[in-house]
């Protein structure tokens, strides 16, 4: 394949409901072009999990920071999702962009990366309308009895947390199947055929973007 020209790709989201195993296939993404990406690091009101680090997962925050942040327009995209706030603040884009953004491992990205987002689907519609014009894939569970048991198996989400979870999953498979029918949609079935199939996507657009 030609060598990639970063600074003309387009930025690259990916959304689908949570569990669904977003996290896990972007890990093996950056693992498999290290040069090649960069992570935005949203901001968050939830807590952090268990070997969750600030800075590295998210920048996490307070209600009233977050609230100030919107009312100065620092965010490219912000939504509530499950009772918290999640945005992606023009710096974190920003940083990656210029080559001081970080790696998903939160190693420094450095030198000019495409910009990488996992975001819910109420920031997908803001992006979607934004500057920013970027390519999106959905990761959607096979069904919702095995994004449930995902949910359960990683061990990181009270029952009630994987209720509010399950339920907005509901929404987002539907937004996908509508409004998001154009977009590129992986079905997480076998983690590594739906590694295969998303990095082909991945690439396959970044050599014809040259
Ligand atoms: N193809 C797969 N088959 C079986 N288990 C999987 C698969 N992909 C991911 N998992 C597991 O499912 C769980 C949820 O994955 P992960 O945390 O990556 O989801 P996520 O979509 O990033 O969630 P969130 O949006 O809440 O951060 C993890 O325990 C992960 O190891």
């Not at 020209?5 to 072009?33: R, Y």
């Not at 990406?37 to 996490?60: C, I, L, M, N, Q």
């Not at 390519?135 to 009895?145: L, N």
Request: hydrophobic letters at 30%.
């Amino acid at each position: 394949m030609a060598p990639v020209d970063v600074t003309a790709a387009k930025p690259i989201v990916f959304s689908g409901p949570s569990g669904t195993g977003k996290s896990t296939l972007l890990k093996k993404l950056f693992a498999a072009h290290p040069d090649l990406f960069g992570f935005s690091v949203s901001h968050t009101t939830r807590k952090p999990r268990a070997g969750e680090e600030d800075g590295v997962h998210y920048h996490f925050t307070t209600m009233d920071e977050f609230e100030k942040m919107v009312a100065e327009d620092k965010f490219e995209e912000h939504a509530k999702f499950g009772g918290n706030c999640y945005g992606s603040s023009r710096a974190a884009v920003q940083a990656v962009a210029e080559g001081q953004g970080k790696s998903i491992d939160g190693s420094p990205a450095q030198g000019h990366r495409i910009c990488i987002f996992d975001i819910e689907m109420e920031g997908v519609k803001q992006l979607k309308k934004s500057r920013l014009d970027p390519r999106i894939c959905f990761i959607q569970p096979p069904d919702v009895q095995t994004l449930e048991q995902r949910l359960r198996g990683r061990g990181t989400d009270s029952e009630d947390s994987i209720q509010k979870r399950l339920a907005q999953a509901k929404n987002e498979i539907e937004y996908c199947k509508t409004e998001g029918k154009d977009d590129k949609v992986v079905v997480n079935d076998d983690l590594d055929r739906a590694f295969k199939e998303l990095d082909e996507w991945v690439m396959k657009d970044l050599s014809s973007q040259n």
